[in-house]
């Protein structure tokens, strides 16, 4: 892979042992948001980071000059942690049932130790006799130089033609 001189070596010579690494990388995020660990989630973000979640239709966007479902940088996406943690966060007091399946992980490229990777996800969250699905796929910037990895970036790109019910109150 090009430019991946910041990684360790047993992961530049072997990009299938750099996907493993990032797979269960990916696996522990999704088990941290299935058991609302989500102080802990936050932590898996590098200072600076971003997350996204573009509107349904439109993954192409720029949140500068689009309206997006949740555009957070590495504050405001403190802030949502601590807000969700909250009993005043009604949405999910009690918090719902997840799981975060990931699926077909892709490292696209590696550039000074910092991965572009592509995976499938669908989410499920349980509240009240309701069971909501989401699906799409993440884009992330993963810094494979630190210990344990570190995002850079997520974005999540709903495959939905419409969110139901017009609103997000999870991470997926």
């Given amino acids: 892979m090009n430019g991946d001189a910041g990684l360790a070596p047993a992961l530049r010579s072997d990009p299938a042992a750099l996907r493993g690494r990032i ?7 999704a088990d941290l948001l299935d058991e609302w660990k989500v102080e802990e989630w936050f932590a898996l973000f590098a200072e600076g ?17 689009s309206l ?26 009690p918090r719902s049932q997840q799981r975060h ?12 130790g910092v991965a572009d990777v592509a995976c499938n996800f669908v989410t499920y969250r349980a ?11 993440h884009l992330y910037r993963i810094d494979c130089r630190t210990e344990p990895f570190r995002i850079r970036s997520k974005r999540s790109i709903l495959s939905m033609d419409m969110l139901y019910p017009g609103k997000l109150t999870i991470i997926v």
């Fill in 68 to 93: 997006f479902y949740i555009a957070d940088d590495y504050v405001r996406l403190r802030e949502r942690v601590v807000r969700l943690t909250k009993k005043e966060a009604h949405s999910e007091f």
């Fill in 23 to 29: 797979e269960d990388f990916l696996y522990f995020e």
């Fill in 101 to 112: 399946m990931i699926s077909n992980v892709r490292v696209i490229a590696v550039t000074d």
């Fill in 127 to 137: 509240k009240r006799g309701v069971v909501d699905t989401y699906y799409g796929k």
């Fill in 49 to 65: 980071a971003t997350y996204e979640v573009p509107p349904t239709g439109s993954d192409e966007s720029d949140s500068a000059s």
